[in-house]
């Protein structure tokens, strides 16, 4: 009987729905498909969504450090980021006192683009079906996971 026990046990933590990645996973693509349709009339996908963010609220960033705040490294970022500067978003420019540097700033369209977007946070929170400090202790816990698996 103990074998059947453990068996089952084991069973149980290999199902599907027992996973917290599949749970993320699976959470995160709803999410990007939720934002989807509030991002086209503003001609963003939602990685372009993700650094118009970091834009607004910090212009003048160096490519690293965009890379550092989403996650993401610079042969994924610079594509992307050729797209939006081709589509005039932002402006990409070498540091002057570093040549290998590369700076992305947003360009006029770039910052106009923010008063059309102001509208998309207020959707996703009616989306979610959360209240708002329900949303901000869940972001915050999120958070707090993601750090603690990086460090």
């Known amino acids: 009987m103990p074998s059947l026990n453990r068996s089952t046990a084991v069973t149980q933590t290999l199902l ?3 996973q917290l990645c599949f749970a993320l996973y699976s959470t995160s693509l709803a999410i990007t498909k939720l934002y989807k349709p509030l991002l086209e ?12 963010l970091v834009l607004w609220e910090q212009d003048d960033v160096s490519i690293s450090a965009l890379g550092e ?11 992307l980021l ?3 500067e081709t589509a005039q978003l932002l402006v990409r ?10 700076h992305i700033s947003l360009s006029a369209a ?8 102001a509208r998309v ?8 079906q959360l209240s708002v400090p329900e949303l901000t202790a869940l972001t915050k816990r999120v958070q707090t996971l ?6």
């Open 69 to 79: 705040r989403l996650f993401l490294d610079s042969g994924t970022l610079t594509p």
């Open 110 to 117: 770039g910052r106009k683009l923010q008063a059309r977007a």
């Open 16 to 18: 599907l729905e027992n």
């Open 146 to 151: 993601r750090r603690q698996l990086i460090a």
């Open 82 to 84: 050729k797209r939006m």
């Open 121 to 128: 946070p207020a959707c996703i929170v009616s989306a979610v």
């Open 93 to 102: 420019s070498r540091s002057t006192q570093d040549e290998r540097r590369v």
């Open 41 to 52: 009339p503003l001609g963003l996908t939602y990685p372009q969504y993700l650094v118009m």
